[in-house]
Structures are given as C-alpha cells and as structure tokens.
C-alpha cells in the first residue's frame, strides 16, 4: 500500500533560522497536502499542490511538489516561535486512497 | 462561518462500554472525514463519505465500530465495545469536495479505562 513518509521526525530551529521538511511518497500522487497542528489543537489545512513542479509561496513559506509527483518539500525561512508545531504532507495516490504522513515537529529556540 | 462541530471534546469510559461521536460539518461540505489520531502520529483515516454514501471504510474496524452519514449532513461515530487500545483523539474533518484541502474540527479526547 501506499506509504508517506515525512523526515526529519523532528526538527529544532533557532529563531531566524531557515528549515526544510520533506515528504516522500512510495506512489505516484495525484495531489499532494500540507497542515500545521499546533500542541493540544487540530491540524490545519495549509495548502494544496496539484502539478509536477509546482511551487507556492505563503509569506515565509515555501512549498514544492515534485517532477515526479512523488515527493514534496516545505521550506520555512526565518523561523519565528509562532512557527512552532508539527506539520503534516497528505497525497491521494491514483486509486483514490488519502494518506498523511507521521509530520515533522518543529521547535523553536528564541 | 463556524467551522466544523465535534461533541463531546473529552469522554473517559470503561473498557467493553459504547461511545458515540458526533459531528456537524461546514454547510455545504458534502465530503465528511473521520480520523483517529495517536500521540505523535499522523491522522489515520476511518472512513469517508461523499454525502450519505461510504466510498471509503477500508481501514474502519467493523466489528466494533459503525458511522453513519443520514441525510449527508451530520454523522456519528460509535465504538461497541471499547477497547483499551481505542483511547485517540478522534476527528471530524469536512471538505467541499474530495480534491480540495480538509477543515477539522477540535476532536473528540477518548479515554478508556
């Protein structure tokens, strides 16, 4: 079956630093999701990529979908404490299965 | 516009007895999600329903758990018989399609003890 993976399991971060998490998928996705849940509360829907290649940006964050639509990276420069949280990549593989990886728990070191 | 509707937030019960979840999605989300989250771990999927039809419960443990979807609005979730092993936070989530991102509620906290 399909498995999304997510590394690093956890990432600590000065304050002002830049950062990387990366999601990669066993299967070809046909989109690919990324949330943010903060401690104690639920996952928040962040954004959506949908095409090989694709590249958002959201103010300090930048998201990228693979050539190969097996993979996906979120890049977050300049990290502030309210950064703070774990972050989830979701897909659908081709038969229509949704899957979130385990996330990247982010810490923040003023 | 309020968001998606969990109830209750915590619910500690002993192990063998039922529980029931419900949830109230964003008006016009016809796409409803129930998750189970552990500690440190990603959502997992129970079941999906598109309005009032299941298109995805593969991963839902039948013999304990049901949910329903009546009229492709509200649903609720039930555990007969809890087990140890179900305490989670278990969450709601709706969207307005499948292809779109997903809109959780706060979760229902289950303890069994």
């Known amino acids: 079956g399909q498995q999304v993976m997510q590394i690093p399991q956890y990432q600590h971060v000065q304050e002002g630093e830049d950062f990387t998490t990366y999601c990669n998928s066993s299967t070809t996705l046909s989109n690919i999701q990324w949330y943010k849940q903060r401690p104690g509360g639920h996952p928040v829907f962040l954004i959506q990529l949908v095409k090989s290649g694709e590249v958002k940006k959201q103010k300090r964050l930048t998201f990228q979908f693979g050539e190969a639509k097996k993979n996906s990276s979120l890049h977050i420069t300049a990290t502030q404490t309210t950064d703070v949280g774990t972050y989830f990549c979701?897909?659908?593989?081709?038969?229509?299965?949704?899957?979130f990886g385990a996330g990247t728990q982010v810490v923040v070191t003023p | 516009e309020a968001g998606v509707v969990q109830s209750p937030r915590y619910k500690i019960i002993e192990k063998k007895q039922p529980v029931a979840f419900w949830c109230n999605p964003i008006?016009?989300?016809?796409?409803l999600y129930w998750y189970l989250q552990n500690l440190g771990q990603g959502p997992e999927l129970l079941i999906r329903?598109?309005?009032?039809?299941?298109?995805?419960d593969s991963q839902l443990p039948k013999d304990r758990f049901s949910a329903e979807r009546l009229k492709g609005v509200d649903s609720t979730l039930k555990i007969q018989p809890a087990e140890l092993g179900d305490s989670a936070v278990y969450l709601c989530?709706?969207?307005?399609?499948?292809?779109?991102?997903?809109?959780f509620g706060q979760g229902t906290r289950l303890t069994v003890v």
């Open positions: 329903y598109e309005n009032e039809e299941a298109v995805d």
């Open positions: 008006s016009g989300h016809n796409t």
């Open positions: 989530a709706s969207s307005p399609g499948t292809a779109g991102g997903a809109f």
């Open positions: 979701a897909g659908f593989d081709s038969w229509g299965k949704f899957q």
